[in-house]
């Protein structure tokens, strides 16, 4: 294959796709596509704007990132003042905190409505954290997606037909009469 592309051109080429590589939506959506998972993006006729839409498999997915979604902070009320303890990966500024934590919880909370309002109108919801993509997490991570996945598309067809064995203890295996 010939390469047409000049140094320049090609140098603009890869910082793009690097700079779109490292946002964590496009490494979920990288990796579903890769491993033959179709989805949209941004549909508008979903309740809630999910980032990713598996409609065949009835499933919405959420890609938050740590701090703005407040990932394991915790909140509580002392005395009249928040109190928080930040999380690993999301850390409320100490400056401005009221600020901070009005706005993170108001986040957190328009999170919990739309899931909600996606699963009472029969859509899965995954949410997947900036923190589990990490490149030594992705990997697992993403076969956990794509095990519940297979889970969501399944529970759709109620029949199974494939039967795992397991030792008679757990559950007896009926012989049949000859
Ligand atoms: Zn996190």
């Known amino acids: 294959m010939t390469d047409t592309m000049t140094p320049e051109q090609r140098h603009r ?3 793009h796709i ?53 990932h394991d902070v915790e909140w509580k009320v002392e005395s009249g003042k928040w109190k928080v303890t930040n999380s690993d990966c999301s850390k409320i500024p100490t400056t401005n905190r009221e600020f901070w934590v009005s706005k993170i919880r108001r986040n957190q909370e328009r999170d919990q409505e739309n899931y909600k309002m996606l699963y009472e109108n029969g859509w899965q919801v995954i949410v997947i954290w900036e923190c589990q993509l ?30 795992p064995y397991t030792t008679e203890e757990e559950a007896p295996i009926p012989i049949a009469a000859e």
């Open 13 to 15: 080429c890869m910082s």
């Open 18 to 70: 690097h700079s779109k590589g490292t946002k964590p939506e496009m490494k979920v959506r990288r990796w579903l596509w890769s491993h033959g998972y179709r989805y949209r993006l941004n549909v508008k006729s979903v309740p809630g704007k999910p980032d990713i839409v598996l409609r065949s498999y009835r499933t919405a997915i959420f890609v938050n990132g740590c701090f703005w979604h407040g």
């Open 134 to 163: 990490t490149a030594k997490k992705l990997e697992h991570t993403m076969r956990e997606v794509a095990l519940l996945l297979e889970g969501n598309m399944l529970s759709r067809y109620k029949k199974h037909t494939i039967i």
